[in-house]
């Protein structure tokens, strides 16, 4: 057998680091993910499997990937970063709620209550990534003489069932955020986005665990984090 | 000209009240729909509108605490205009920040889930209070004059004799002991104030993701603006409804309140230049992004020509070289509570209008994923139908209680 095949997939081995990490009290848990700049090539495909993972409506967008151009023509390059929520072990957007409708849970991932969010936006304004966005309620087939089934389908944010109506219940008028999918996690399958990259660029599990495939690369001399200065810690790493 | 402009109120702020009702109409049916704020602008005209509102109302209280704290004889038949106009602006201010909620029917929490590690949770409390003790005050201030009021034909002795709950007291004792529970409310006030709107400037201070926003002189600054703008509208209102309109008496006072609010607009543009010149000259250029883009940017005009031509220049002038006509006091002022809407939007706004991240705003497309923002026209509907609503308990207030009314010690 050529040896490529016999090595392990990453997918397969990251599967396991989140099988045994589930297998931990949710407090010894710190999921964190990975993601190689070198391998993205900007396809956005982990950004449109978080859109339909998530039925995200027009104007919510957890992972977007930010293109910068480098150089002049002729010596031109383009750098790709996907941008998920930082899930920060310090999130500038929790102190702020004045209903504490947003907290930091043991494992890591920073939750919001729909049920509880005021919708005020003032954590929008204090997250330094831009990672939170607001739900106005807009649908793709406004003003269509039709609205599509699919519009209202729920979505299942913190395993719970989210469905959109008309009458502008939750999680229209909420803010919203990547979830790291949780609810994909306590079932034992990988966030969207890491699943459905093409190159592979995308890590992710419990970085308390040792034997993770995340804890490998954060080690490494270009792990590096967003806005280190300003202290929030997040939870997302790249590799530069 | 000032009778002119007591004639134009009444229609002006009845067609803004009926207009503005599309709005809130839209605002109703549509949700947020219909407003042009959205993930990236969060926050748009109405919380710049309530800033600016809430400014008015608290720089109005604490020129209130003027009559009532410090007793400043020449100030006394204001009083009353001063706490009705806190009043009417702070609804409106309320009103505004409300229906920018996404979930407004869940405005309790704010009360009742308050997480007091947010400036907007404390903010709920404050206003709370002030809101009764405004209330409280008010009553206290107008309840002499109401008992004088109760025999009065139609609405207005009616509504007085209703009002007084049946304290008809109005001998000199009963008066004496209403001016010292007032003063005991106005020395709670000033605190208050300076909690509740140096609170509002914390709100934006305290975020640390906004440099234009973040630092210790953002509550300062919001403090010295409402002073400079409550005043400014306080004795618009004075020069154009005020007590004994056309008498010495009532030049005098604006003329003294002309000079006052002189004094504030001046020291608040002196903050304005500190923050700005600190900014500009920034070793580091995060900051100097949003100030370029409120001084060089596409709103440039927002800022020089209605904010510092229309709004400063202009009325400093009238201040200096016409300070004894009402008439030019009231333009002056006029202007400057008018204008310093920009002042609030051009704190709001540009300190939102910066990508956190380069190549956010090509990232993904969507309504409210852009870093340019104009409010839609049924956000300034709801904006003109709040402040209609204030202007127009405003008249009511003048014309059914007695608000410029002296009663006569017996």
Redesign the interface.
Known sequence: MPELLQEQSVLVRMRGDVERALEKPVEDRRWAMVIDLRKCVGCHAC?VSCVAENKLP????YR?????EIGTYPNVSRRF?P?PCMQCAEP?CV???????TWKRDDGIVQIDYN???????C???????A???????TYT?NQPEQMEYELLPSFEYQKEWPRGDG?D?P????RKCTFCLHRLEEGLLPACVSTCIGMANYFGDSSDPDAVVSDLIAEPNAIR?KEE?GTEPSVYYLA | MTSIMRRLAWPLVSIGFLVGLVGLYQRATDGHDMANYGSYIPWGLWVAGYIYLIGLSAGAFLLSTLVYVFRVKRLQPIGKMALLTALVTLFAAIILVWVDLGHPLRAWRLMFRTNFSSMMGWMAWLYTSYFVLLMTEFWFAMRADMVACREDPGLRGRLCGFLTFGHNDDSAEAVERDHRILQILGSIGVPLAIAFHGGVGALFGVIGARPFWHGGLTPIVFLVGALASGGALLTFLTAVWGPGAGTPEHRRTVALLGRMVLGLLAFDLLLEWAEFSTGLFSSVPALTDSIEEVLFGRYWWAFWIVHIFIGTAIPIALLLLRKSSVTAVAVATGLIAATFLTVRLNIVLPGLSVEELEGLQSAFTGPGLTFEYLPSIGEWLVFFWAVSFAGLLFLLGTKLLPITSERKVA
């Open positions: 950004t027009p104007g919510v967008v977007p990937v930010l293109e910068t970063m941008r500038p102190p702020v709620c004045p209903v504490g409708a509880q969010c005021i919708g005020c936006r003032y929008i304004t204090a997250c330094p990534y831009s939170r966005t607001f739900d106005s309620g807009h406004e502008g939750s229209i008028g909420n803010v967003l300003m």
